[in-house]
Structures are given as structure tokens and as C-alpha cells.
């Protein structure tokens, strides 16, 4: 299944608008294109209008999709709260997202419609008016840190315990935190992470609120009430914005609140605020050195042996992040500049083109 972005020259790099909403808005759209779509592609396109005011403008905003499709019954009844659409029984959800989506844009200003026809696919249309900032106002924001790249001189070891059972947020985080310098364990259950406290202690804890069984409320009441449960801090990691999500959060004894989808400098942010660790960034980039991760020539992989691209596209395509960069390493002994470039992508999480730089010609040209 593709997934496609098109974003028109029109839209610029900032907008001044409600981002956890915003976020929230594209995260149910293209989530629910992907539910119902098992071949083909979801397209995700931006554009953007003027308005007749001059510091406004219009979003526009397309989920398309090659899926199922909706009915004209349907489609005047998804976007009501508890409705779902479809006949697959894999298909699990609460059929609030659409219900949410369309508050959403109503708070903002904006509105969602939809076209379908069963069988060739949606097409999920959002109008949303922005603001436009002025220079001044992007000072702070534009400012980027950089990437992290181990804990300051002097800093003492930290005990990271991450409780998540989704393996694709955990994997992210570990490698983030890991990279960093931190000394991290992960565990899947509420009940997992209670005993991997008991038994290691962590200076803070990232848990998951939603998981089966036991979710992360119940484990983090059940470490407080522990020995040494209230030293330590513990960061809620939930996909809701509501603000009665996180007062619950902190009412049963959470000290900090991330939404995901998370980025890196959230977490760092969240370390520094919790713990007080102070963290070093990477130096920027000379532009010769950014333009060199933006592309590889063609063929630049095909010194390399055989076995060893193989290797490589198995470990990526299996995220196994520890043999990715062993497997990098590896290919930096033979040939330091296509290694550099690799170990960008990585870092940045670029997968796919770690995986279109190893693929060998022949694939090239069939795929042509």
C-alpha cells in the first residue's frame, strides 16, 4: 500500500493554527484510508487559497484513497458518533474518529465533506481557515536545536523505563533514548513494567495510558503505592488531546503528558523538564554535506557485495534498528561516502530510501 504526499507551492511552512487538533484531524483521516484500503494508494494532498483577509488563508486538505468505498447511505452517517461502515470483522475502532474529525474542524472554522462510490475508493475533503505569521513571530519557532546526540559532560547515568505495547512506538523511543545516552528498558504489559520497576528502579518511566489487560492508569497507581513509587517520574504517552485525558493523567499521579504521535524533541524537552538533564546537539550541517544525503547516483550501492544488501534490506524491512546500524557500519568499511549517507537516513528514520540505495540495478530497471 503507497502513501503518496502532494503539497502545492501554495502552502507555506507555517500557519498559525490549533496544532494538537490539526494533528489530530490528519492522523484519523489517513488512519481510517489505510483501514479500508488493502491494495493500491493513499494520497494525502495540500493546497492553500487566499481569503480576503490578508494575514488568513484556506487550507485545503484531500485524503484520497483506492479502498472500499462508501454508500450514499453511508455517507450521510459517518461522520455521527459510534458509526462504522464496512463489513471486513478485522476492522476494530470506536467509530468516533470521523465524529471527532468533523467537531474538530467545526471549532476551527472549518468543514469536511465527502465523495465515494463502493468499490473505487474515498476522497475526504477539508477546508480549514489559518492564520498566516508574521516574520517575527517565527523567530522562536524556526529554531532548531538540532539532533541529540548524547547526554553533557558530567551527567549521571538515567534509568529510562518505557511501558508500551505497540512495538513500532517502542522501537522509536529506545532507539531515541538509547542514542542519546540513556540506560533503557522496555516492557509490553502494565503488569511487565510494574515488575521491571521493582526490580531496576528507573529514574522515569514513559507509559503508555491505553494497553490491554491493565492499562498505564492502573500501573502507574499501583507503582506509587510501591516502595520508592513516588521518587520516580512518570510521563504519560497517549493519542488523545482531550484536556480531560490528561487531567486524568495527572490525577492519579503522572507528571507529564506526551501526545503521540511523538517527535524527538518532545521527549528530549520532557527529559530536561523532568529529570534536569542536560543534553548534547549535533553541530548543523554544511549545506555540501545536507545535499549529499538528498540523493545517491544511480549504481552507487553496486560495489557493494550481494550478501550484504540483502542483509541490510532484511534488517530495515524488519525495523531491527541494533542490525541496521551494524549492517551500515559494515558497508562505511568499504565505502565511507554511501555509509555517511546511510547513517543519515537512519537517524532520520528514512527507510525507504535507505532501502532504494541498496537496490541493485536490475531491480532498477524492472521496476522502470
Not at 197 to 210: G, S
Not at 239 to 261: C, H, Q, T, W, Y
Not at 262 to 276: D, K, N, S
Request: glycine share 8%; hydrophobic share 40%; charged share 25%.
Amino acid at each position: 500500500l503507497e502513501l503518496l504526499v502532494k503539497q502545492s507551492s501554495e502552502v507555506p511552512r507555517f500557519v498559525r493554527a490549533d496544532a494538537a487538533k490539526v494533528r489530530q484531524v490528519l492522523i484519523n483521516l489517513v488512519g481510517n484510508a489505510i483501514k479500508y484500503t488493502d491494495r493500491g494508494s493513499v494520497t494525502l494532498r495540500l493546497g492553500a487559497r487566499p481569503t480576503d483577509a490578508p494575514d488568513r488563508l484556506r487550507l485545503d486538505i484531500e485524503v484520497v484513497d483506492t479502498g472500499i468505498g462508501i454508500s450514499g447511505e453511508d455517507q450521510a452517517r459517518i461522520f455521527e458518533p459510534f458509526v462504522q461502515v464496512g463489513t471486513d470483522a478485522g476492522q476494530h475502532g470506536t467509530g468516533l474518529g470521523l465524529a471527532i474529525t468533523r467537531k474538530y474542524l467545526e471549532l476551527m472554522g472549518g468543514h469536511i465533506g465527502v465523495e465515494s462510490t463502493p468499490g473505487s475508493g474515498s476522497t475526504f475533503r477539508v477546508e480549514l481557515p489559518v492564520g498566516v505569521p508574521q516574520d517575527s513571530e517565527l523567530v522562536e519557532t524556526a529554531i532548531d536545536r538540532g539532533r541529540v546526540v548524547g547526554l553533557a559532560p558530567d551527567q549521571p547515568a538515567c534509568r529510562i523505563l518505557v511501558v508500551e505495547d505497540r512495538m513500532e512506538n517502542w522501537l522509536l523511543l529506545r532507539r531515541l533514548l538509547e542514542e542519546a545516552g540513556f540506560e533503557v528498558r522496555v516492557a509490553s504489559t502494565g503488569a511487565a513494567g510494574i515488575e521491571s520497576f521493582v526490580a531496576w528502579r528507573p529514574h522515569l518511566i514513559f507509559m503508555d495510558v491505553r494497553m490491554p489487560v491493565m492499562d498505564g492508569l492502573e500501573a502507574t497507581r499501583r507503582i506509587r503505592a510501591l516502595e520508592g513509587g513516588r521518587e520516580a517520574k512518570i510521563v504519560a504517552l497517549s493519542a488523545s488531546v482531550f484536556k480531560e485525558d490528561r487531567e486524568n493523567v495527572l490525577a492519579v499521579g503522572m507528571d507529564d503528558f506526551i501526545s503521540k504521535p511523538f517527535r524527538g524533541g518532545e521527549i528530549f524537552e520532557c527529559l530536561t523538564r523532568q529529570l534536569g538533564v542536560r543534553l548534547r546537539y549535533e553541530e548543523s550541517r554544511a549545506p555540501s554535506e545536507t545535499m549529499a544525503s538528498a540523493s545517491l547516483p544511480q549504481g552507487a550501492s553496486e560495489g557493494l557485495p550481494t550478501a550484504l544488501r540483502r542483509e541490510l534490506a532484511e534488517a530495515v524491512v524488519s525495523l531491527d534498528t541494533a542490525r541496521i546500524s551494524e549492517l551500515i557500519t559494515r558497508v562505511s568499511a568499504l565505502d565511507p561516502t554511501l555509509g555517511t549517507v546511510l547513517s543519515q537516513h537512519a537517524e532520520e528514520l528514512r527507510y525507504t530510501r535507505i532501502l532504494r540505495a541498496i537496490e541493485p540495478a536490475e531491480s532498477r530497471e524492472a521496476g522502470a
